[in-house]
Structures are given as structure tokens and as C-alpha cells.
């Protein structure tokens, strides 16, 4: 019998994210829901949705009437709508999460309304699993100037997002890319969580293009685990470095999206240079994703780790002639089938 869980989701974010001005167009929220739902492979469609607070797909200020009537929408689809990425980036109304007192406020704000949208997606029967989505809204670069009094401020900013979360019945998960200061290495990022100290409230998402890039140290080369001059035919030694960053993680990962990497960075719009998210069957993808997604998805005894309800595909800054086209998606729904055969459970 075919495993049902986790349930297989689709990000909507790939119609925002790397758009804008000075790149693409973005793909509006009703396209990329028709190409999600269209995409089929041996009767299996996608279950769900992930969704970004974000115009001019979901507005951040979105009324209850407004989340009522996006969450028609979205079931008459059949879809599910699991995690949500909270705006708490300056250019978006909120802020950095190690800045001023109100840069951290206009941050807190961002969760806050996020987790009201959870929660009135959850009235309207449409969610029943998912995390709001975070990051420390910081460069690196910005971040260096003070790692350690740096991370204790973003530590305390988490802590609050937590409290918020906790009164609104969400938790928050915050996701490891090599673009965020305090996150930026594996070590950064379960250091940072320790700090926080809210392990039922706040957690780890791991998106297995941005981790691939943790075993490279790219923006943290004290922590690269792959060998100076690494040519990716030694399979040991990648399969090594995946085990380290997954012991260290895996007990704090609470969202996981499956996802291709060629071991390159990419940006594009206003995105920062981060794990670049190729087509599963990339010629270049560094990748094996069934069995590298049991790093995160499987525990040291070999189990499903049942941590997560759904998993997610993260096909950030792909082009729009990728993304219009339907076999980009059936391939990808075909990568996130062999993930949940190899690792799910009924």
C-alpha cells in the first residue's frame, strides 16, 4: 500500500520570490494554484499548498473575510494549506531581528499577524498542520560586526516570536539559508536555537538545497565539512558531511522541503545569493533526493521520524518559462513520491 504521509505540498513563494523590477514578472497566486493542481503523476497529485504572506498573493493585513474567501479558493482545489512564511524583512514591514528596538517590533508585528492568518485558516477547516516561517532578517556581513552579542539579540527576538506563537497555538520554524546572519552555518544555526531554548515552540526548516550549501561553508568556512578542492565524485565524503549537519539538526526539524542543488549560489530580484533550488532531474544536481531526504526525514534507529505532517517542494528563483511549464511540475511531484515511499508511513 502507498504511504499517505507525509502529505506532498507545493510552495506558491516561487511566483514571488527573486521577482520583481530588476528580474521577472511574479506568477500570481491563481496560476500557480492551477499549475500545482494540474500536475499529475500515476493518479497522485499534490495535497496541499505552502503560502507566502506576501502581496500580491496573500496580503500580511489580510481580513478574516479576506481569509475566508482565499481559503475557498484554495479548497476548491482540493488543497490543504500546511506551512507560512511570515514577511519579516525590512522592505516587506518588518525588520531585523538583531536591529533597534523597532526594527524588532515591526519584526514581532509580522509574526503576530501571521499567526492570526494561521489561525483563521484553521477555522475554515483548510489547515491542520504547518509552521509560520522565520528567519533573522540579517546579512551575514551585518551579523559579523558582533556574532556573539548578534546572536543573543536574535535569540531574544525568537524567544518573543515565541511567546506570540504560543498564544496563538502556531510554532514557529526557522529556516537554515547561508543569506542569513545567525543561520548562516549549521553550527550558527543549532547554536542559535540552543540559545532561544524553545524547543516546543520553535524549530528547524530544512530546505535540502540551502543545507547542501552548510557542508561547503559557503559565508562560514570554519564550518565547511567538505574538503578544500571537493570535486563531488566522492561519494563518502559528501555522504559523511549530510550525516553531521542531519545529527545536529534533525532534532530540531519540524518542516522539511524536498529540493535539487548543482552546489552553486544563486540570487536574483531582491534575493540574496543562497542555495540555488534546480529541477529534480537536473544533469548537475549534487543531490540524490529520495535517499538524501532520509538524513532528515529518518532517526538514528532507521524510523520515520513522524516530525513533520507534509513535506514541501521549494522551487525558489526558478524562471517563468520554467515554471509555466507542466512537465516542471509532474517531475517534480514524481521527486516527492519516491521521498514519501522511501520514507512516509499510514
Not at 94 to 107: E, V
Not at 134 to 140: L, M
Not at 180 to 195: A, F, N
Not at 324 to 334: A, K
Request: glycine share 10%.
Amino acid at each position: 500500500m502507498a504511504n499517505q504521509f507525509p502529505k506532498l505540498h507545493n510552495a506558491m513563494w516561487p511566483g514571488l520570490v527573486g521577482k520583481g523590477p530588476d528580474s521577472e514578472a511574479p506568477i500570481d497566486l491563481d496560476t500557480m494554484l492551477r499549475l500545482t493542481a494540474a500536475a499529475e503523476v500515476d493518479g497522485q497529485r499534490f495535497e496541499g499548498v505552502d503560502l507566502f504572506l506576501f502581496d500580491p498573493h496573500v496580503s500580511i493585513d489580510s481580513t478574516a473575510d479576506g481569509v475566508k474567501a482565499l481559503a475557498a479558493k484554495i479548497a476548491g482545489y482540493g488543497f490543504k494549506v500546511g506551512s507560512l512564511v511570515a514577511p519579516v524583512w525590512p522592505p516587506t514591514g518588518g525588520g531585523s531581528a538583531m536591529g533597534s528596538d523597532a526594527d524588532r517590533a515591526n519584526f514581532l508585528t509580522q509574526v503576530k499577524k501571521a499567526c492570526i492568518i494561521g489561525g483563521e485558516l484553521r477555522k475554515q477547516g483548510i489547515r491542520d498542520y504547518g509552521v509560520i516561517r522565520i528567519d533573522s532578517a540579517s546579512s551575514p556581513a551585518d551579523w559579523a560586526l558582533d556574532p556573539a552579542g548578534n546572536q543573543q539579540k536574535i535569540a531574544k527576538t525568537f524567544r518573543e516570536a515565541c511567546d506570540i506563537a504560543a498564544g496563538y497555538g502556531e510554532r514557529l520554524a526557522a529556516e537554515g539559508e547561508i543569506c542569513w546572519g545567525g543561520m548562516h552555518s549549521w553550527r550558527h544555526m543549532v547554536e542559535l536555537l540552543e540559545l532561544v531554548d524553545r524547543p516546543k515552540l520553535i524549530g528547524f526548516q530544512a530546505d535540502m538545497a540551502h543545507t547542501l550549501l552548510y557542508t561547503m561553508g559557503y559565508n562560514a568556512p570554519e564550518d565547511r565539512l567538505l574538503p578544500d578542492g571537493y570535486t563531488w565524485d566522492d561519494d563518502d565524503a559528501l555522504d559523511e558531511a549530510l550525516k553531521t549537519v542531519t545529527a545536529a539538526l534533525r532534532p530540531w526539524t519540524i518542516d522539511f522541503h524536498v529540493a535539487q542543488n548543482d552546489a552553486t549560489v544563486k540570487g536574483s530580484g531582491s534575493h540574496d545569493k543562497t542555495g540555488r533550488h534546480c529541477l529534480p532531474n537536473d544533469p548537475n544536481g549534487k543531490l540524490k533526493i529520495a535517499r538524501d531526504a532520509g538524513y532528515w526525514l529518518r532517526g538514528q534507529d532507521g524510523e520515520p521520524t513522524k516530525a513533520v505532517q507534509h513535506i514541501c517542494w521549494d522551487g525558489c528563483m526558478f524562471s517563468n518559462e520554467t515554471m509555466m511549464q507542466p512537465e516542471t511540475w509532474n517531475s517534480i511531484l514524481s521527486a516527492m513520491i519516491s521521498v514519501r515511499q522511501a520514507h512516509g508511513w499510514n
